[in-house]
């Protein structure tokens, strides 16, 4: 059984940090590309960043490039997301996604999803 399970997130101030991490469990971590995305009361899921299975290759979505950084450790099967410089726009549910073929910015593309974890940004 697959699970990935964020955890991570919380209140900061605008201005602040915080690292989201997803841990995954029951598959080949480093067999999968993976992604995180966001979701904010009433809007579509979106892509934020996503990461090759190999941590070489990376994407940002324009709202985040410059404040983010998506980052793996295959050994210990998690992914990372360091978020600085936090906005109250970046308010959202935070989900991770991992897909056996290349990663995308489209969420049907992904074939497994973790349950989110919460991030608010405070102005």
């Known amino acids: 059984q697959v699970q990935l399970v964020e955890s991570g997130g919380g209140l900061v101030q605008a201005g602040g940090s915080l690292r989201l991490s997803c841990t995954a469990s029951g598959l080949t971590f480093s067999n999968y590309d993976m992604g995180w995305f966001r979701q904010a009361p009433g809007k579509e899921r979106e892509s934020v960043a996503h990461i090759t299975w190999d941590g070489r290759m990376t994407y940002y979505a324009n709202s985040v490039k410059g404040r983010c950084t998506i980052s793996r450790d295959n050994a210990k099967s998690t992914l990372y997301l360091q978020m600085n410089s936090l906005k109250p726009e970046d308010t959202a549910v935070y989900y991770c996604?991992?897909?056996?073929?290349?990663?995308?910015?489209?969420?049907?593309?992904?074939?497994?999803w973790g349950q989110g974890t919460q991030v608010t940004g405070s102005s």
């Open positions: 996604a991992a897909t056996i073929r290349a990663a995308t910015i489209r969420p049907g593309s992904y074939d497994y």
